[in-house]
Every structure is written in structure tokens, then in C-alpha cells.
């Protein structure tokens, strides 16, 4: 819903947000300058076009970022999409930590933590998300598929961001806290049943209006941000481990300013989800993720322009979505791997929007007042499903093939999807590969 894009004060609101940012990446670097501290960066960072091994090697190379080359990179307050943003065929701005994959925005990007797809993954929605819900020291894994992806990812057109979460080590249990001028966050893990379990709760709580009071502008605008994360992870045999997490995060923002109305933003999102992975058979592995998913937007804008023109404004927007995906690959032989899934997802969407806007206006030559009003409510939903297999078949000593098809229901429009994947992997010597792709990619609305 765009009806109040030229609404004055948002822009102002959003001028605003942006010298935050700015304030946030100042008070960061100087307390990472003053203390040395030991802080977890992710283990390892892949960007690869795919992969095409027929079992768990893989047979192309990747270019790979180490924990001393993250330590190096400059980022704002150990962000983690920022520092995806440093990798080849990503580029960002100084302001949002969404980033754009070969010129594509980031909404045509697939975010998966823990087999959970995530939805606008980002603090500070205000300025297009300054921060990324997502605490960085929790991630032990990071893929990213910069484009032409196999067909065991559909609905995203430019690429797939694949993240693991850490497990906590065996021993004593670890506690790690972090402070800055901005925030502070802490994270506890540990194991129970003889090691077979463990745990890990995580929590962040950011203070950007101290930095704004630093600058004398606390009377102005007043945001915060939280996130919190729990995992249990549990094995149940040597071939089967079960977990449960949770992810919530949440913003809240008011601005003022004289002679302007007041407006408040507030943003939650909340994920709750069972993941199961196991391998029944040798050769035979699958993995099943049951998720519920529920967002909610909301901003109010109160009061007069200039003491008489006045707005009244109220947008509110809710998302609950729940879905299964279930995952196979079988290795049939040594030359030849099946993999194959299904998803499902049923969801519901509520859209209120209410607007008052009264602006100058001149007719005949006359200043009049001219008001505009909005009165929208809507509450689309549908069912949509997708299914996909791909097998996978080594040609020769140096060729690797895949060869796969994808079937996606949009409940938008009531149509049925059809993608084709095509992939190949040709590596002539140890040192060299050369990979090539083709598919029909699909997004919907």
C-alpha cells in the first residue's frame, strides 16, 4: 500500500532515520577501537553459481571468506547481511543492509536459517532496514547462490542465502556478552543428556537514541530495536537429530518535530519452527520443516502541518503463514543421485488502511483546502504448494550433470508454475571448473 508515499513528514521521518545510521556506524567504530575483544565470526562464507556433486563433494570450487578475512572486512556492529555485501556480485549501500545480487533487489532473494524461509529479515524497516534481525555470532554457515540455483528452490528469481546456526560445544556451557555504545546483546549455550542435547538462547537489545542524544536530537526521534532466538537441538539416534527454535524480533520508532504531526512506527515478526533430519538408510537422507510464521506492520501519524492542515493516518498489516517442505536425496549409485520434495503453505494476509491528509490547494485562483482521504481493508489468503525433483548424474571423471524440474501453485493467481533447471560442471584439470546453468526462475506477487 503506497497511497502516503509523497507524505512530507515520512520523508522527513526517513532523513532523520538515515543520520542514525550514520550515528550507529560512528559510535561502533569507536568502541571497536577502543576494546579488544574475542568475538565468534562466522566460520566460513561460500559463494558458488551451484553445486553439482553427486554426494557431499563437491566437485567445484568456491570462493570462501575465513574468520580472519571477516575480521578484516568493514561492517557496522558486526552485521551479517553487511558482511555478505562485501562478497563478489553483491553490491550496498551505506545506509540499509539489504543488498543487491547482480542488480537485483533483495526481495528476489531466498533467506533460509535452519530450513526456515524468512521474510524481511531487517530492523529499522523506516529507512529499508538498517540492521538484519539475524545475531551474527550465532551463524556457524553461510551459503550464498548468486544465481542459476537447482530446482530444490523455487518462488525467488535472483538467488538462495542459506544459513546454519551454531552448535554448542561440548563441555561446560558458554556464555558470550557484547556491549556497545548502541546495544548489548548475550547469548547462553550449552548441552544436556549426555551430550545427545543441547541449547542455545540468544538476545539483542539496541539503544540508538543515546547516540541521537549525543547529537542533541533525542527530542526528535525515538527508535529501538530487539531480537531474541532459542534453539533445542536433540539427537534422537546416530542417524536422526530434532530441533525446535524460535526467532522473534521486534521495532519501535516515534518522531516529532514542531509544527508537524507525530508518527509512530512499530514492527514485530515472529517465527516458530521443527526441523528434522535424519538419514533412514545409508545413502538414503531427508529432511522436514514445519514453520509458523506471523508479521505485523503498523504506523500512525497524528496531529497539523503547520498548526491547521491536518493528518490522521493509520496502517496496519498482519501476515501468518504455515508451511511444510519435506527434502529427499537418495545416492541410487556411485554416477547417479535422486533428489526430489515437496512444500506446502497456507496463508493469510489482513491490510487496514486509513487515511485524513489535508493539503493547500489553489483553484481559480482561490487557496483552498483540499482533503484527501483512504478507506481500505482487505484480507487476501490461499493455499499454494510446490514440488520438485531433480536427479543428478556423473557423465564422466570430469562432467556432472543435473537436470531438474520444478512445480509451484500460485494462490495469488490460481496457476500452476512449471520451471526447468538445467546444470553442469566440467572440471578438465584439479585446478580449473568451468559451471554453466539454465532454468525458467519464478517469483510470485
Not at 36 to 57: G, H, N, Q, W, Y
Not at 336 to 347: D, H, I, P, Q
Not at 359 to 372: P, S, T
Not at 397 to 406: N, P
Request: net charge neutral; charged share 25%; proline share 4%.
Amino acid at each position: 500500500m503506497e497511497t502516503d508515499r509523497g507524505l512530507r513528514v515520512w520523508a522527513c521521518m526517513r532523513s532523520w532515520c538515515r543520520r542514525l545510521v550514520l550515528l550507529v556506524c560512528l559510535s561502533r567504530m569507536a568502541v571497536a577501537q577502543g576494546v579488544t575483544e574475542s568475538t565468534v565470526k562466522l566460520a566460513e562464507v561460500i559463494v558458488t553459481p551451484s553445486r553439482f556433486d553427486v554426494a557431499d563433494d563437491r566437485t567445484s570450487a568456491s570462493a570462501t571468506l575465513t574468520q580472519s578475512d571477516l575480521e578484516t572486512l568493514p561492517q557496522v556492529g558486526e552485521d551479517l547481511y553487511r558482511s555478505i555485501a562485501r562478497l563478489p556480485g553483491v553490491a550496498a549501500d551505506d545506509f540499509t543492509a539489504k543488498f543487491w545480487i547482480r542488480g537485483a533487489p533483495n526481495s528476489q532473494l531466498l533467506a533460509r536459517l535452519d530450513g526456515l524461509d524468512l521474510i524481511e529479515p531487517f530492523h529499522l524497516k523506516d529507512i529499508d532496514g538498517a540492521l538484519s534481525i539475524v545475531d551474527l555470532p550465532s551463524i556457524n554457515r553461510l551459503d550464498l547462490v548468486t544465481g542459476g540455483f537447482t530446482a530444490d528452490f523455487g518462488d525467488r528469481l535472483a538467488g538462495v542465502l542459506t544459513l546454519e546456526t551454531a552448535t554448542a560445544p561440548r563441555g561446560t556451557a558458554l556464555t558470550s556478552l557484547g556491549l556497545s555504545l548502541t546495544g548489548v546483546r548475550a547469548s547462553h549455550a550449552g548441552r544436556f543428556a549426555q551430550g545427545r542435547g543441547a541449547w542455545r538462547v540468544t538476545g539483542r537489545r539496541g539503544y540508538p537514541d543515546l547516540a541521537l542524544k549525543l547529537e542533541g536530537r533525542d527530542d526528535e526521534v525515538f527508535p529501538r530495536y530487539y531480537d531474541g532466538a532459542f534453539k533445542i537441538d536433540y539427537a534422537l539416534s546416530p542417524r536422526h537429530r530434532l530441533s525446535f527454535q524460535a526467532l522473534h524480533a521486534g521495532d519501535t520508532l516515534t518522531f516529532r518535530e514542531d509544527n508537524e504531526p507525530e508518527l509512530h512506527s512499530r514492527y514485530r515478526s515472529d517465527y516458530a519452527w521443527l526441523r528434522w533430519q535424519g538419514e533412514p538408510r545409508a545413502g538414503w537422507v531427508g529432511e522436514a520443516v514445519l514453520s509458523y510464521s506471523h508479521l505485523t506492520w503498523n504506523r500512525q501519524g497524528e496531529g497539523f502541518f503547520d498548526q491547521r492542515l491536518r493528518l490522521d493516518l493509520d496502517d496496519d498489516r498482519a501476515l501468518s503463514i504455515l508451511a511444510f517442505r519435506n527434502d529427499w536425496t537418495l545416492a541410487v549409485s556411485d554416477r547417479l543421485v535422486l533428489r526430489g520434495g515437496v512444500e506446502a503453505k497456507s496463508a493469510d494476509a489482513d491490510y487496514t488502511y486509513v487515511l485524513l491528509r489535508e493539503e493547500n490547494a489553489v483553484v481559480n485562483g482561490v487557496q483552498l483546502v483540499d482533503r484527501r482521504t483512504a478507506n481500505v481493508h482487505l484480507s487476501p489468503g490461499g493455499d499454494g504448494w510446490g514440488v520438485f525433483v531433480s536427479p543428478r548424474l556423473k557423465v564422466s571423471r570430469t562432467l556432472v550433470i543435473e537436470a531438474g524440474v520444478r512445480l509451484d501453485h500460485d494462490p495469488a493467481k490460481g496457476e500452476d508454475q512449471v520451471s526447468p533447471r538445467f546444470n553442469a560442471s566440467w572440471s578438465p584439470t584439479k585446478h580449473t571448473t568451468v559451471r554453466a546453468a539454465w532454468g525458467g526462475y519464478r517469483q510470485a506477487q
